[in-house]
Structures are given as structure tokens and as C-alpha cells.
């Protein structure tokens, strides 16, 4: 199993460009996570699904930011306009069936903005 | 906030000693997960304690639970250099099914 797939690895952007982010949860895992790693806030949830399906997104932190799952292989988090406040890591992580409690993490998007 | 906080923040111990981390949590839970970090990845389960559960062992990792302090302590025996990492705790709740981390204990392990 080839495990959570985020690309790019690292992305580096001028303040007011969009930024996306992609996913590929691991086969057969049903629910999908996006979280963002500061040294200041340390790991937040900002949205997670179910079955490709947004079920709570308040952890996303402005408009700014949106997420899609358009179908079971597949997730993107965009973010535009970005700030260098949004300068963070940003993991995805899968899991299987809902009472599989462990989450998959992936390597991670390093995202600088200047 | 609702992250859980973890003590200490940093430990570096040597090779062979026993590393123990503490995490506290805000709010009733289902279960309680420990994760690794390594510098650069992503995170890795290590252990799950239920709710009902005290203490579970895994390999070299022991995990206590105690709910009335809502509290964990995560030992590693016998360090090794490879544990060199962050450790994080997280906190499910069976109510929103999300899980809440905890600051991280950075662990050094001195060849």
C-alpha cells in the first residue's frame, strides 16, 4: 500500500497567488482529514470528510480557504488569495472504517508564502 | 483552545534510559492515541488506550490512562536512537469524531 499521497512536497508562492494543495487518501479508507502544523498553533484540524462528503469545516480558518473531495481517491485544499500568515504544513490523513480510530498521516505540503 | 498540553516540552535522555511523557486533555473522550513525528514526516500511530482502559503495552511502549484527571503518560523503555522524534497525544471524541492534539513532546535520545 502506497500510504497517503500529498503533492507538491513543498510549495513556495508570492503573497495574493492561489495555492493548491492535493490528496490521495489510501484505497478503501472512507473518511479524509486536512490539518495545518505552525510552531505557534501546532497541528489544527480544518476540515475533515465522510464518504467524500464535508462534515465539519470549522476549523477552516477564513474564505480564503476551501477544500473538495469529487470522489473516494481524491482531495484538494485551496487556498486564494494566500498571506504568509498562511505559511504552515499541511497534512492529509485517511482513515478506514469509522471504528478504525488511527488516522494515516502524509508526508505533508511545506507551503512558504513571501 | 482545545489542544491538550504535554509535559515536558523537550527531554533528551541517553541511550538505554526510559522516556516518560505526560499529556493532558480538555474534554470527555472515546479513546486517547498516541503519534510519532519524525523531523520533516508525517505522523505515525503508535498506540490506542480506550476510554475504559488503564494501561495498555505495546512492544517497548507502555500507555496509562487516567480519566478522572484526564491525563496519559507515554513511557518508551530501553531508548533507542531511532526514537528521536516528536510525540503528540490526541484526544477522540465519539461526539464530533475528531481527534484533538496535544502541543507535542520533543525526545531526544543521546547516542
Known amino acids: 500500500d502506497a500510504g497517503v499521497i500529498q503533492s507538491p512536497r513543498h510549495e513556495v508562492t508570492e503573497m495574493g497567488q492561489e495555492v493548491t494543495l492535493r490528496c490521495k487518501p489510501i484505497?478503501?479508507?472512507?473518511?479524509l482529514f486536512w490539518y495545518r502544523q505552525t510552531m505557534m498553533r501546532g497541528l489544527e484540524l480544518l476540515i475533515y470528510f465522510n464518504n467524500n462528503v464535508p462534515i465539519d469545516d470549522s476549523g477552516m480558518p477564513e474564505d480564503r480557504f476551501s477544500a473538495k473531495m469529487p470522489n473516494a481517491s481524491f482531495s484538494t485544499l485551496k487556498i486564494q488569495p494566500s498571506e504568509p500568515r498562511d505559511s504552515a504544513v499541511y497534512f492529509c490523513?485517511?482513515?478506514?472504517?469509522?471504528?478504525?480510530?488511527?488516522?494515516?498521516f502524509g508526508p505533508g505540503t511545506r507551503l512558504t508564502v513571501t | 483552545s482545545q489542544q491538550g498540553e504535554e509535559d515536558p516540552q523537550a527531554l533528551s535522555i541517553q541511550e538505554g534510559e526510559n522516556a516518560t511523557m505526560n499529556c493532558s486533555y480538555k474534554t470527555s473522550i472515546n479513546n486517547l492515541q498516541w503519534y510519532r513525528q519524525n523531523s520533516g514526516r508525517g505522523l505515525v500511530h503508535l498506540i490506542l488506550i480506550r476510554s475504559n482502559e488503564r494501561e495498555k503495552h505495546s512492544g517497548r511502549l507502555r500507555v496509562t490512562l487516567d480519566t478522572s484527571k484526564k491525563s496519559s503518560s507515554l513511557l518508551i523503555t530501553a531508548s533507542r536512537a531511532a526514537d528521536t522524534a516528536s510525540y503528540f497525544c490526541?484526544?477522540?471524541?465519539?461526539?464530533?469524531?475528531?481527534?484533538?492534539f496535544g502541543t507535542g513532546t520533543r525526545l531526544t535520545i543521546i547516542p
Open positions: 484505497s478503501g479508507h472512507n473518511s
Open positions: 490526541a484526544s477522540f471524541n465519539f461526539g464530533n469524531e475528531k481527534l484533538t
Open positions: 490523513a485517511s482513515r478506514g472504517r469509522p471504528s478504525s480510530y488511527e488516522q494515516y
